[in-house]
């Protein structure tokens, strides 16, 4: 039997002669807005052609082989297209893909979930194929409006992420501007748990895991006495509790 010259089997390796998926990178991005957990949503354009017109959506965008050496790379482009901050958070969520998820053809997304600190929420812009842009507010395991494609289950799955790793990790102080109090801390962690924690628990796991450090000299004043300000010790990455949280008082989540 013939063997294939080297030549006829690369070339067959790199034929291409069949139809591909469309690549997308979508951003679930979280923020705290007036003591409430917001993720920033996209309103599609009412164009004709483009599906799901006028209907809200994770910001996002086909991969740019040109600008985007990786995954990462597209999220990160995105989210600075949107907010024009770089988050100190990013992670990747998963992959999501199917023929019947965009009516298109066959499309698939890898998601990723960021972090925005209080002092870098700006007022989005719209762009694209995005007529409006907005930060709405977390209800439950999402949002109250319909999303477009398969967009409200990615959503689901980011908050259940972040609500399952503020358990043991120290994700909620990515949410926070450079400077905060213990008070403000605790808040953000409550604002992503949707329920209360114990003051003086919290504040000894805080001090156990060497989190924060005190900045000297430096307070904030309020209606009782001055609060100690401090900054993170490392904003490299999230630090690991020991052990998790745990239940406290019981708060429903807004």
């Known amino acids: 039997m013939p063997t294939p ?3 006829s089997t690369k070339n067959s390796c790199n034929s291409l002669d069949f139809e591909r998926p469309s690549t997308t990178v979508d951003v679930v991005m979280f923020a705290v807005r007036d003591g409430r ?17 006028g209907q809200w959506a994770l910001p996002g965008g086909y991969i740019d082989v040109l600008k985007d050496e990786d995954l990462e790379a597209c999220a990160l482009r995105k989210l600075k297209e949107k907010t024009g901050v770089v988050s100190p958070y990013l992670e990747q969520l ?3 893909g199917s023929k019947t998820r965009d009516p298109r053809g066959w499309h698939s997304t890898h998601a990723y979930f960021a972090l925005l600190p209080t002092a870098s929420v700006i007022t989005p812009v719209s762009g694209a194929n995005a007529s409006e842009a907005d930060w709405i507010p977390i209800v439950g395991k999402g949002v109250s409006h319909k999303l477009a494609f398969d967009h409200q ?5 980011a908050v259940a992420r972040l609500r399952n790793k503020v358990e043991y990790t120290s994700l909620p102080a ?4 450079e400077t905060f109090t213990l008070s403000e801390l605790q808040t953000a962690f409550e604002t992503v748990l949707g329920r209360e924690l114990d003051k003086s628990s ?5 001090e156990d895991a060497e989190l924060v450090v005190a900045l000297k000299n430096k307070f904030r004043e309020g ?3 001055p609060a100690q300000i401090y900054k993170l010790r490392s904003k490299t990455a999230p630090v690991f509790f020991p052990r998790a949280i745990g239940d406290s008082k019981s708060r429903a989540a807004k």
């Open 202 to 206: 919290f504040r000894k796991r805080v």
């Open 153 to 157: 289950t990615i959503l689901e799955a």
């Open 223 to 225: 209606s009782n006495r």
């Open 94 to 96: 998963g992959s999501w």
């Open 174 to 177: 990515f949410l926070l501007p």
């Open 37 to 53: 957990l917001h993720v920033l949503l996209v309103k599609r354009a009412d164009t004709p052609g483009e599906p799901f017109p």
């Open 5 to 7: 010259s080297s030549s």
